[in-house]
């Protein structure tokens, strides 16, 4: 059974960092992309970044480009989102995600999902 569990969400200024983990478990981590997606009250859920091995590819959305970056430890079996310079607009409840293999930035090309972690930022 694949398990999802995020951590690292919090209350923060503007300006200011967080990192965000999440620990999968049930899966063979390695081959894996990895996702990080968000979402705001009234608002469709957002891609973040995603990383893939296998494929060898990194990206992060325009929005969060130059100031969060995901990166992942297979031997921990963990994906991280470093959040630098956050705004206001980052606000929201952020997820991971995992698929096999593939490579997708909207949520509907991902299998399994943690349960979120809320992160606010405030001015």
């Known amino acids: 059974q694949v398990q999802m569990v995020e951590s690292g969400g919090g209350l923060v200024q503007t300006g200011g960092s967080l990192r965000l983990s999440c620990a999968a478990s049930g899966l063979t981590f390695s081959l894996y992309t990895m996702a990080w997606f968000r979402q705001a009250p009234g608002r469709e859920r957002e891609f973040v970044g995603a990383?893939?091995?296998?494929?060898?590819?990194?990206d992060h959305a325009d929005s969060v480009k130059g100031r969060f970056t995901i990166s992942r430890d297979n031997a921990k079996n963990t994906v991280y989102l470093q959040m630098n310079s956050l705004k206001l607009e980052d606000t929201a409840l952020y997820y991971c995600a995992a698929v096999k293999g593939g490579w997708s930035a909207i949520a509907s090309g991902y299998n399994y999902w943690g349960q979120g972690t809320q992160v606010t930022v405030s001015s």
């Open positions: 990383n893939s091995p296998i494929l060898n590819i990194t």
